[in-house]
């Protein structure tokens, strides 16, 4: 392991212990649900499969997606740096770095992020207009722009986009590494507005996207992700930090592939993200 990856997962570790309480709250809540002390509102689905639609839950259940830490790494003004408040953060394809930065590209297979953003208390039957959403995450290398040695004056891998009239945003982006200690994940923040994104304001919801195992395997066989290999191999789902007390709700449907023919090749994600 290089001293940048070293480097990244010391600093994530520090961002997990920040969210310990929020963490410890969730899995108490489902220990008294198993206990039959409290009701479990949504789903208890087994995992889902690569080709399977995620959702928040069958017979018409619903919960809100659920709440994850930032990590160290958000660019958010919460640790440091902030990308929101500069101009063309606001986009869909966030492979490049924009603005004053250094210009560089993220390198990577492609990956066509979709989320619908519903609302949760109508039984996540209707679409959240207006609402905005930023995702960030790591590139195939394991780093976060912003933040990890080499890339602190890039910024590509974030971006913020305002739902449509069916509640969702889609991205541009690659498939990110894996990095000691975490299993492959995209961060996001859900906004009231995209004039409360952009002014950093009122975050209704912090959480993460999964990917399934057997999609991770398939992009790490591809030049570039060979540390990728080494350090999945090493994790699941179950021992996550993050999502090792559930992540049904957050596995990405995933369709596509590693090819480069029929339109470009790579993977489209979707998660539907109840608020």
């Not at 212990?17 to 009701?39: E, F, K, W």
């Not at 969702?168 to 200690?181: A, E, I, L, N, W």
Request: charged share 20%; glycine share 14%; aromatic share 6%.
């Amino acid at each position: 392991m290089n001293g940048r990856h070293a480097e990244d997962r010391h600093e994530h570790d520090r961002g997990l212990s920040y969210d310990l309480p929020v963490l410890a709250r969730r899995r108490m809540i489902r220990l008294m649900a198993g206990a039959g002390l409290i009701p479990l509102v949504g789903c208890t689905q087994e995992e889902k499969n690569s080709a399977s639609p995620s959702s928040s839950g069958t017979s018409g259940a619903c919960a809100e997606i659920p709440e994850e830490t930032a990590g160290p790494f958000p660019g958010d003004g919460s640790n440091g740096v902030n990308v929101l408040n500069e101009s063309g953060v606001v986009r869909r394809d966030i492979t490049r770095s924009f603005g004053d930065s250094a210009g560089g590209t993220a390198e990577g297979i492609p990956l066509t992020i979709t989320l619908t953003v519903v609302d949760a208390a109508s039984g996540c039957g209707a679409p959240k207009r207006g609402a905005a959403v930023y995702v960030w995450h790591c590139d195939r290398d394991g780093a976060y722009s912003l933040y990890s040695e080499g890339v602190t004056e890039e910024n590509y891998l974030r971006g913020v986009q305002e739902t449509d009239d069916a509640g969702r945003v889609t991205f541009t982006s690659v498939f990110p590494g894996c990095y000691q200690g975490r299993w492959p994940h995209i961060h996001f923040e859900v906004y009231g507005s995209l004039a409360d994104a952009t002014a950093t304001t009122s975050i209704t919801n912090t959480s993460q996207l999964a990917f399934p195992k057997d999609v991770c395997e398939a992009v790490y066989a591809t030049d570039g992700y060979e540390e990728s290999v080494r350090n999945l191999s090493g994790l699941s789902l179950e021992s996550d930090g993050v999502f090792g007390d559930g992540h049904e709700r957050q596995l990405a449907a995933i369709t596509g592939g590693t090819g480069s023919g029929g339109g470009g090749g790579g993977y489209t994600a979707t998660l539907t993200v109840p608020v």
